[in-house]
């Protein structure tokens, strides 16, 4: 990969993962001219301060005081940059290197319980017999009821060899359950993959990892050995992906696309925040067909491989418009383990197409019929998009938004119904083309 990069500088890309380098504030304060202080503002700021000390109803200490002024400073500007505690740092890391310590379970809330949505493969939950479905309603015997998702999950991971006793509602049994079960350390895989049909390769990623790119080469090499042969033809599967670090989202075009192809370049007030990747490794593929899913839920650095693909029509993007996230952040560490994460820049497909707010145009988009009834709705028409969230970047783009080249309706899917339409569809157009 070949990289115009003039200080090295970190960005962020996601809404949930992501990390690359850590820049640090002098470095950072070197290299700008600060602005004049609005100091009339700052007095009002100070004379709000100094009433609360002197006349608020309790005493509230200092630094949650001054903590709290940053985070609301920085929540006004957009839904993506804010003020990172140690914990909220280290959280972020975490999801960067996808290695930390705990149970080995993807959880949501259900009626106030954490909900187990899958034990993760060869981990201590999966072992000690945790199911999904399960409802876990207590931790060491203090109830999750009422606790945020966050909280439980804090509660859950913990060192390796560390004992947690968890009490779980299982359907089918009369009385709760209660598993103990000893934290390990949790590696959580990106890429999974497998052979569809013969000569039709599958690659899952859930997520873009520092690791990523050599999982997904690995990944395709060893879809070449079991199929004995070059593959036909290979669906990279990037729905539900919320993004993660960009070299993950440039290594991953990069493995399909020949040399010096532009994959990505970002914009933005200063210089250090222009910069531009290129493909440098070659096709792993050698030009077989390729397509890539999406749906709303694929973000960020999904978007910049999806948009890298459609503007040098490597594949094929099928599925719906992707969430639309087109915002670079930078991590910049401050005092005490804590970090500021700020919206620097915004990046742009090879085209020179901006998806913030708008989101990657499937080539081919899903639409299913309501019901037999006239209307045809997307396949994923009630989940939020980046244009949802209050206070979003507007998109500056010059290049027109593109327009499917085909719409397929589906139908609606009935209860029990775990028909993948999505990749069926992906089958037939590599069939077609292969």
Known sequence: MKYKHPMGIGVLLGIVFGLTLILGHNVWAGKQKIASLPLEDLRVFTDV?????????????????????????????????????????????????GEFGGLGIEVGMENGFVKVIAPIDDTPAERAGVKAGDLIIRLDGKSVKGLALGEAVKLMRGKKGSKIDL?????????????????????????????????????????????TTRGLLDAVESLKKKNKGELKGLVLDLRNNPGGVLTGAVGVSDAFLKDNKL?????????????????????????????????????????????????????????TTSFGKGSVQTILPLKENAALKLTTARYYTPAGRSIQGEGIVPDVLLQVEDDGEDEIK?????????????????????????????????????????????????????????
């Open 167 to 211: 009490t779980i509602l299982r359907e089918g049994e009369d009385s709760p359950l209660n598993i103990i079960i000893t934290r390990d350390v949790i590696r959580v895989r990106s890429v999974r993959s497998r052979i569809l049909e013969p000569g039709i390769g599958y690659v899952r990623i859930s997520n873009f990892q520092s690791k």
């Open 263 to 319: 994959i990505v370049y970002t914009e933005g007030r200063v210089e250090d925040s222009e910069l531009r990747y290129n493909a440098s490794t070659g096709d792993s593929i050698n030009g077989a067909p390729l397509v890539v899913l999406i749906n709303q839920g694929s973000a960020s650095a999904s978007e910049i491989v999806a948009g890298a693909m459609q503007d040098h029509n490597r594949a094929t993007i099928l599925g």
């Open 49 to 97: 301060y100094a009433r609360k000390k002197q006349d608020y109803v309790t005493e509230v200490d200092d630094s949650m005081l001054i903590e709290n002024a940053i985070r609301g400073m920085l929540s006004g500007l957009d839904p993506h940059s804010s003020f990172l505690d140690e914990e909220q740092f280290r959280e972020l890391q975490i999801g960067t290197s």
């Open 378 to 434: 997307s396949f994923s028409f009630n989940m939020l998009s980046e244009a949802d969230l209050e206070g979003h970047l507007e998109n500056d783009s010059k290049v027109k938004a593109r327009e499917p080249k085909t719409v397929v309706s589906i139908p609606k899917a009935l209860e029990g119904d775990t028909t993948d339409y999505a990749l069926e569809e992906a089958l037939k157009i590599l069939k077609g083309t292969s």
